[in-house]
């Protein structure tokens, strides 16, 4: 018998518990001033009625302010540091200016506590975003450093209604607080620092309303830091209609769609069940299928008696690029290291070292056997340059590689052509262990980008370089 990918993730991760809430606190980046206050807060993780779970969150909730701007539009945002530790912000999938990128370390300094820093870009893709800090990540994200992005075409999508659900995970102690086991080895030698307690915007399970007859967009993002969902609509045919922000020709997947830490899948959701009746949202990345929350029909009559017209795009989208593929800037990217990978030595502050000396540093990742130094680049691009990578994940675990300032296209999968190469652009790659993949994207966007696994304690860990575009 052999093992399907999807197999390869039953039994990595701890089973969890399921923890939805309402509506969180809304800015339109048109209108409003935007401060992010990035502080210590408490939040309903655990339902309104239990006591707030101490947190660090923007503007007091977990998920941050859902942050709204037209298509070529421009956010501006202060972030200001009620933090104890230094921290960042990172504009997860828009293609922005490099300066703007909020890499600490790469693209700019740390903003200290009490500090503030002006972020002002422009958006030049509608879609799905997030935004997140980018300092300490594995510890800042988990604990509830992010929001919802979301960019919005001219035209309206041709549906009723929008419905956003933020998933994470968290680690809670006995008492339901966050649990203080931060920057553990052996989770980031894993699948990384899982949790067990799983919320849909920041809150616990719970019904999300919806009428019988009506076509409504889902806007799903992973916003944990290690854990992989695979989501799927109890009774309903929902379709991909949108990729990491990137509107897709919409398609039926054949079983639960994975979505790994920061990617986005946007469905197109038919309701076309039962007024009064009940679905759940079900979740079966490492077990079997259980509701992650539910969705429940009220009584009303339905919308409409039929859904006649196919489901349509959630808009038209240029690539974001032309591919030249006869002479492109190609270059390797091997991922070894964690339990059971079977690496022996990395390259370490330029010298070579044994795991032991590695697991010391808190290096137990590497990319083409250098675990997590910066100084040079995977590789310098000529703007314009088309840039193929061919990755091999030659590891026990899964991991999500993220692109900064790009979106590139995946080309093949373990050789064979990948579904929606060169038409599907994306800005993070799911892969399972042992596999390979290969990636494609035009160079436009000057800058040193960044490049790692997006579980976030296997990037901390050592799964990080950059490309350069020049
Ligand atoms: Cu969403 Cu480099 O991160
Ligand atoms: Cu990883």
Redesign the pocket.
Known sequence: MTLSRRTLLKGLGAGALIGVAGCKARIDARTDPLILNAASAEAPLLGEIEAGTPVWAYNGSVPGPTLRAPRGGQIAARLENGLEQPTSIHWHGVRLANAMDGVVGMTQDAVEPGAGFDYRFMCPDAGTYWYHSHNRSWEQVARGLYGVLIVEDEEPAPVDREITLTLDDWRLDAGGAIHESFGALHDWAHG?RMGDWITVNGGPPGDIALRAGERVRLRVLNVATARIFAIAVEGHAAQVASIDGFAVAPFAPEESVLIGPGQRVDFVLDATGEPGARYGLMDDAYDDAQPISFFAYSDEPPLRDQFDDGVPRLGERRAPGTLDLSEPLAGDLV?EGGAMGGMAQAMLGGEMKGMRELARAGRV?ALNGVAGDLDKPLLSAKRGRTVVVNMVNDSA????MHLHGHHFTVLTIDGAPAHGAGEIWRDGHLMMPRSRATIAFQATNPGKWYFH???LG??AGG?RTWIEVA
Do not use: D
């Not at 675990?397 to 999500?400: A, L, S």
């Open positions: 990384g991922m990742w675990w899964p991991h999500v696994c997006h579980m296997h990037q799964m």
